[in-house]
């Protein structure tokens, strides 16, 4: 035990020394997390539309505000003598064109067909659009229009009522810092020792691989425990979250995702002697995969059902699953314990394969 400290505190202490790498533990993931969770917006909103109203009756002046009383699309007005073709391409998402006599076929109870021309470029925006325009004529059909409608929907959300996108993007980003920062550091760390030859006074001393290994681990836990700190301050204030539930699977899952990034940093650094190439690997594994497999952004349902399950292999996603519950949902243990299992597991994988690495170059010495 004597030596995993001393080998602990032998990492802390370089750390320390390096304000580079000191910047890159605390300061770097704040400003990151900021930053990304500033800059991405999974709601819409003043979609500009054109409206052509070819009838300039009541009917479809009450129509046309109900589509101006929306958040989500600012209405413009067209004039009837121009292609409304030509509005799409100076900038509108969509255009609403309300036909002659529209007014008298609603007085009438007539079928009134409209036409909605979305500008599809952007595939996923112009779905919103389809489905923002659809739910605005269903709110003026069921105020407007007397023909009975015996169902109506009573919808009330959930966990995140506000629909705030920084209360969900918040614990996905918060994943993200952790899994970027300190599997770089400790692979960093690891591959310089072996870029400068440094590894070579540890296979000629008496401390074992384990020792060795057990030591950098918990230097670089220190490490991630203390990045928590203010990235968890950040999720309370400037993205306003608060625990749904238990917190202490929340805590335990954390320690263990700590020790899951930290195994896998030092697997790299041990395997790949080099800093650039355990900078690439860890940008692959630590970021990419993360940010693009995990469901930080979008369901993992969203993602092309052939590279689906590589999903289940990033380590990532099952930690944005326990952070999400425990600020969102709340399940707790009951939900969450296979997780928190897969998330420990994956850790101690990691580190048997750095063992069984620098087990094998302690024998070859």
Known sequence: MRRILAQ????LTQLVRDRMSLAMALVLPVMIMVLIGTSFKLTVSDLPIVVQDLDGSSASRNLIDAFRASVTVHVVAWPVDQEPQLAL?????????????FGRDVVRGIDTPLQLLVDASDSNTARLMSGYASRIVQAYNAANVRAPQPVQASIRLWFNPGLS???YLGPGVFVLALSMFVPLLTALAMAQEGQRGTILQVYVSSISAHEYLIGNTFAFMAVGLAECVPLIALLFTYFGARFAGDPIPFLVATVLYVFCVASFGIMVGVAIPNQIAAISVVSLGGYLLVFLLSGLLFPIANIPLGIRWISDLVWGKHYII?????????AGWPAMWLEILIIGGTGAVFYMLAWLTMRRMQLKA
């Open 8 to 11: 602990m505190r032998k990492q």
């Open 165 to 167: 996108d920084k209360l």
């Open 89 to 101: 391409q100076h900038g509108a998402y969509a255009v609403l064109i309300i036909p002659v006599h």
């Open 322 to 330: 326990v952070v999400r519950d425990a600020f969102l949902q709340g």
